[in-house]
DNA sequence: AACGTCGACAACCGCCTCCGA
DNA sequence: CTCGGAGGCGGTTGTCGACGT
């Protein structure tokens, strides 16, 4: 059951908080040979974790169309009127928010719109449980004006950033042919992407 | 200055669905 | 038609930094 030692091929999956040369190798796999295939991906890639781990990694924090930093108010009340309509379909929402990962709102929501939920809830009293009911919450704000949502839950102090992301840049090479990362270029991309 | 608590976010896990053999 | 593998999704946990006492 415990690792075979003469098998070392499949031993020793890493786990944890991803360090910066795995983040180069999976870039610059992908950059050269295009995503998909994850599991195949890699161990050609010579990475120690599961496919399943590269897909999240790149998906919600290496893809160079990855909006990171502040959740503008819109993005909130969007997400806010989706999640009414849609309930935890939260890659569905996301679809909607370009840029947005779905686990970036999945956090969003919990960290922060639901705090303000509860808040709201005893304040008012318990008189509306339904707000709450995340595993499947839907349409009791699907009404809602968007003003009406934001008084609802009066969102978290936001500084003035509302267009920070129009003059975005794609960072990743404009062609996918043999192109390497560099770690400037890595930081860089960080940087940009609000990190 | 040290310690404890809280919040935000990254990452993992388990389940479900889809597709090809 | 069935089975197995891969991908996708939502829920949950772990970690780290900020803040308050």
Redesign the pocket.
């Known amino acids: 059951m415990d690792k075979k030692p003469c098998n070392s091929q499949e031993v020793e999956v ?5 360090t910066m040369e795995e983040d180069l190798i999976l870039i610059n796999y992908i950059a050269n040979h295009g995503e ?6 890699a161990r050609s890639a010579g990475l120690k ?5 590269c ?3 790149w ?3 290496l893809r160079p169309d990855v909006r ?1 930093g502040n959740i503008t108010p819109e993005e909130q009340l969007l997400i806010m009127e989706l999640h009414a309509k849609w309930g ?5 929402i996301a679809k909607h928010l370009p840029g947005r990962t ?3 709102i ?3 929501w ?3 719109i639901q ?1 303000h939920i509860k808040q709201a809830e005893t304040f008012t009293g318990q008189s509306s449980d339904h707000m709450m009911n ?3 919450s839907t349409a009791q704000m699907s009404t809602c004006s968007t003003s009406d949502a934001m008084d609802a839950y009066s969102p ?1 102090s936001y500084s003035a950033n509302i267009n920070m992301d129009n003059n975005y840049q794609n960072p990743f090479p404009t062609e996918s042919s043999d192109s390497l990362w560099s770690m400037e270029d890595l930081w860089s991309m960080q940087l940009i992407n609000g ?1």
């Open positions: 890493r786990k944890g908080p991803w998909g295939v994850w599991n195949s991906l974790r599961t496919g399943k781990s897909r999240l990694r998906l919600n924090y990171r935890n379909r939260w890659s569905k779905d686990n970036e999945k956090n969003y919990r960290t922060r705090k995340d595993g499947g978290p990190d």
